[in-house]
Structure formats: structure tokens, C-alpha cells
């Protein structure tokens, strides 16, 4: 059973759609953050949200973190083949261990 | 910065031979991290240390499985006797001891056990 759960696990879209992905638990986390990875590399680091509420733009990439702290969500506006990879969110459990969710695969076609 | 560095990149072997993966954190980084990625599993914490200490090994998966930190620039992953259902990619990451600063990720070992 995952401790974070994201959908959808898969996405393909056409270049400049806008898109959400989810990050989902039953669990309180003091702090989210959100991971890309591409094929053959480690996850990179996007962005940590903190306050429940919290929203943080990264260019064309909008994170919210839930109210309640067990939630988040990833928007993305006007996407672009340079966008598609495995996008991971991963809540902090106590000081510092991190626990990943599933992933979702994004694909986006020119 | 050169970030973190694992090595091999890739690494095969038969079932039953002894694997160790190494690690190289980013300097000033306290903290150490094993993970494994599988398609069917995702990441799956292993190990971690602080400090050159483990303070939570409960993913190991077996006894199979042990993880050293000899030093803060250096450490190794081994698995005694190897299995095919081995076969994953083993990250490791480094961070500062608060995790909201977010963790910086090695490029990965990918494991084949035939």
C-alpha cells in the first residue's frame, strides 16, 4: 500500500494543453516535495511546499500544497514536449525521511 | 559541484555473486540515502544515515542487504548472495539534515542479477 498516492500513473497529451496532476494521503506531512526524472537519471528537485495552502509558481508549473497538509497537486499551463518525464511528489516524515509516491509518467507530443 | 556520484553505472552479474554499489555525497551534505526504484514498486527508502550513522535501516529488504558509511564522503551498498529479484536501479542521495531542503539524487546503478 502507498503512503502517497498520485494520479493518473499515466499521461500523454498534445503540446499546449494544460494539465493537473495529483499527490494523495491519509497521512499529514510537515513538508511535500515534488521531483522530475528523466530516463537514466536520479529525480531533481522542482519545488517544497510547507503551509498548508501554500501555492508556488515555477514558471509555466503551479504547486499547492492541501489545507490539511495530506494533499498536493501539480498544474501545468501550455505544456511542452520538454515537460514529459516521471514526475514523482514525496512527503517528509519526521525531520527528514522522504517517502515517494508511484509517479506519474507524462508525455507530451509535439 | 560535481553532485552526488555512484558508481558502477551499470552492473551485472550472475545469481549469487556479492554486488557492492558505491556512493560519493555532495560535501557538507549530513545526510546519506539508499533507495531503489523498480517500475512495480517506485523508490523504496532502503537505508539512511546521519552523520556517518544509520539511523532508520528498516527497508532493507534482507540480511542480504547491508549499507556502510565508513566516512562522510563515501559509502557502499552490498548485497551477499545476489538474486535476480535484485534487479532494480539503486539510487543514493544526499541532503542537509533537514529534509525540506529537498534531497540531491546520484545518477544510479542499474543492478542485473541473471
Known amino acids: 500500500t502507498q503512503l502517497l498516492e498520485q494520479s493518473p500513473q499515466f499521461l500523454s497529451i498534445q503540446e499546449g494543453e494544460n494539465l493537473t496532476v495529483y499527490c494523495n494521503s491519509s497521512?499529514?506531512?510537515?513538508?511535500l516535495q515534488w521531483y522530475r526524472q528523466e530516463p537514466g537519471e536520479g529525480p531533481v528537485l522542482l519545488v517544497t511546499v510547507v503551509t498548508g495552502g501554500e501555492v508556488k509558481k515555477l514558471k509555466r508549473l503551479t504547486f499547492q500544497f492541501g489545507d490539511a497538509r495530506k494533499d498536493s497537486s501539480l498544474h501545468i499551463t501550455a505544456a511542452q514536449p520538454g515537460d514529459t518525464g516521471l514526475y514523482l511528489c514525496?512527503?517528509?516524515?519526521?525531520?527528514?525521511?522522504?517517502?515517494f509516491g508511484q509517479g506519474t509518467r507524462l508525455t507530451i507530443n509535439p | 559541484d560535481a553532485g552526488v556520484i555512484q558508481s558502477p553505472r551499470h552492473e551485472v552479474t550472475e545469481m549469487g555473486q556479492e554486488v557492492t554499489l558505491r556512493c560519493k555525497p555532495i560535501?557538507?551534505?549530513?545526510?546519506l540515502f539508499w533507495y531503489r526504484q523498480t517500475m512495480m514498486r517506485g523508490l523504496e527508502l532502503l537505508i539512511y544515515f546521519n552523520n556517518n550513522v544509520p539511523i532508520d535501516d528498516s527497508g532493507m529488504p534482507e540480511d542480504r542487504f547491508s549499507a556502510k558509511m565508513p566516512n562522510a564522503s563515501f559509502s557502499t551498498l552490498k548485497i551477499q548472495p545476489s538474486e535476480p529479484r535484485d534487479s532494480a536501479v539503486y539510487f543514493c542521495?544526499?541532503?542537509?539534515?533537514?529534509?525540506?531542503?529537498?534531497?540531491?539524487f546520484g545518477s544510479g546503478t542499474r543492478l542485473t542479477v541473471v
Open positions: 560535501s557538507g551534505h549530513n545526510s
Open positions: 514525496a512527503g517528509v516524515k519526521g525531520a527528514q525521511k522522504l517517502v
Open positions: 497521512s499529514v506531512f510537515s513538508s
Open positions: 542521495a544526499s541532503s542537509y539534515p533537514q529534509g525540506t531542503y529537498g534531497y540531491t
